[in-house]
């Protein structure tokens, strides 16, 4: 699976969205707002989820995580960057 879906699954498992397949997931759309409309509570336990399945170290409320947590492809390069 590539990190993109992997990504795209995680989303739909940790916040339990049960009518949205990966497929339904832009990878290029915000998450937040306009895109997948996710709030501020679904971040919360994205960036938990994302800690857990990718071990990377995650800065809490800083300008640099809302860029990361921009889309689908935006958290693929942070948690690419973050391995390498």
Not at 9 to 29: G, K, N, P, R, V
Not at 31 to 57: C, M, N, P, R, T
Not at 60 to 65: I, L, R, V
Request: net charge negative; proline share 1%; glycine share 4%.
């Amino acid at each position: 699976m590539s990190l993109h879906n992997e990504i795209k699954q995680l989303i739909i498992d940790c916040l339990d969205l049960e009518d949205i397949s990966i497929d339904d997931i832009d990878t290029e759309a915000p998450l937040f707002g306009e895109g997948l409309g996710l709030d501020s509570i679904d971040a919360l336990e994205l960036g938990l989820a994302i800690k857990k399945q990718f071990d990377v170290k995650i800065e809490a409320n800083s300008e640099a995580t809302k860029a990361h947590f921009y889309s689908v492809a935006s958290l693929a390069a942070f948690i690419e960057s973050q391995r390498a």
